[in-house]
């Protein structure tokens, strides 16, 4: 397949984008894992298959495992629902938050309390002392990691961003007297080699919006909401359907927006960072990409 080759607008190519950062990431998490009790996995209740590292069982080996779907809050909850059971049929230990009201935070300890049961036990019949749960928190970049630390300290400990990168080295941070939690810099895998996926990570900005051309991010977004979410397109963007002449529909939703530079011209950057930004700040809600095929 030729790289340049397009598909319904689509630009259809590996891309490679490792920061340098993310392997150092990998390497550091192996040289500290013997000393975790559980990896809590961050992912996106929106993409909750495009958000899992695809690499993560070669560098946390066997440590139990919690999946922690944040931004709850913002997706559809009936295919979302999908995946929560696909997980747990795969038995893993899963837990959905909205990370705005933080009350769903209890249920992250609650979890780590009942995984942990079995080995505190253990500790207790070899006469150990009880000792201070160990977490490794992992995720893609832009996962809301950060404001669930925050939401577990109960103040501001980590920097939070509305964007990829924002932490770059582990972080060893006391939770309370039960938990501490190495925070580690969001991770991808070297090659997104599915388009879908790439996509989906563009959309909901977990890669940086410079890997991928604007104008076939929003198309996606636009193209995904025509097919799953037709009533959230016309809500958003007065428009029934996504015409394959790209450039129409944008020009329709640039002139309804007010969208317009010197002599009357729609601003197509300006529409193209409407339609992500409606996407990455959740005034898009009640969706979720990813589908069970």
Same mark, same amino acid.
């Given at each position: 397949?030729?790289?340049?080759?397009?598909?319904?607008?689509?630009?259809?190519?590996?891309?490679?984008?490792?920061?340098?950062?993310?392997?150092?990431?990998?390497?550091?998490?192996?040289?500290?894992?013997?000393?975790?009790?559980?990896?809590?996995?961050?992912?996106?209740?929106?993409?909750?298959?495009?958000?899992?590292?695809?690499?993560?069982?070669?560098?946390?080996?066997?440590?139990?495992?919690?999946?922690?779907?944040?931004?709850?809050?913002?997706?559809?909850?009936?295919?979302?629902?999908?995946?929560?059971?696909?997980?747990? $049929?795969?038995? +893993?230990?899963?837990? /959905?938050? =909205?990370?705005?009201?933080?009350?769903? !935070?209890?249920? %992250?300890?609650? *979890?780590?309390?009942?995984?942990?049961?079995?080995?505190?036990?253990?500790?207790?019949?070899?006469?150990?002392?009880?000792?201070?749960?160990?977490?490794?928190?992992?995720?893609?970049?832009?996962?809301?990691?950060?404001?669930?630390?925050?939401?577990?300290?109960?103040?501001?400990?980590?920097?939070?961003?509305?964007?990829?990168?924002?932490?770059?080295?582990?972080?060893?941070?006391?939770?309370?007297?039960?938990?501490?939690?190495l925070d580690t810099p969001g991770i991808l895998w070297p090659k997104l080699d599915q388009e879908t996926i790439a996509y989906n990570l563009a959309s909901l900005t977990a890669i940086k919006e410079e890997i991928l051309p604007t104008?076939?991010?929003?198309?996606?977004?636009?193209?995904?909401?025509?097919?799953?979410?037709?009533?959230?397109? $016309?809500?958003? +963007?007065?428009?029934? /359907?996504? =015409?394959?002449?790209?450039?129409?529909? !944008?020009?329709? %939703?640039?002139? *309804?927006?007010?969208?317009?530079?010197?002599?009357?011209?729609?601003?197509?950057?300006?529409?193209?960072?409407?339609?992500?930004?409606?996407?990455?700040?959740?005034?898009?809600?009640?969706?979720?990409?990813?589908?069970?095929?």
């Open positions: 397949m030729n790289n340049n080759e397009t598909q319904g607008g689509l630009h259809k190519s590996v891309i490679n984008w490792y920061p340098g950062h993310m392997a150092k990431t990998k390497r550091l998490i192996r040289e500290q894992i013997h000393f975790i009790d559980i990896v809590y996995e961050v992912i996106d209740a929106r993409i909750p298959f495009s958000s899992k590292i695809i690499d993560i069982d070669d560098y946390i080996k066997d440590k139990p495992r919690l999946i922690i779907m944040t931004k709850y809050d913002l997706c559809d909850k009936k295919e979302t629902q999908k995946w929560i059971h696909y997980y747990e $049929k795969k038995e +893993y230990s899963v837990v /959905c938050v =909205d990370l705005i009201n933080g009350n769903d !935070i209890k249920k %992250i300890i609650n *979890k780590t309390e009942n995984i942990m049961q079995k080995k505190e036990e253990q500790r207790q019949e070899k006469g150990l002392k009880k000792r201070r749960t160990r977490v490794l928190i992992v995720g893609i970049p832009n996962v809301g990691k950060s404001t669930l630390i925050n939401r577990l300290v109960g103040k501001k400990v980590t920097h939070v961003g509305n964007h990829p990168g924002v932490t770059k080295n582990l972080e060893w941070i006391r939770i309370n007297n039960d938990l501490e939690l104008p076939e991010v929003a198309f996606y977004i636009l193209k995904t909401l025509e097919k799953y979410y037709p009533n959230i397109l $016309k809500e958003r +963007y007065d428009l029934d /359907c996504i =015409d394959d002449d790209f450039e129409l529909v !944008i020009e329709t %939703i640039g002139r *309804k927006r007010g969208c317009l530079i010197r002599g009357g011209v729609v601003d197509e950057e300006k529409v193209y960072t409407i339609i992500i930004n409606d996407v990455k700040e959740g005034h898009i809600h009640e969706i979720t990409f990813d589908r069970m095929n």
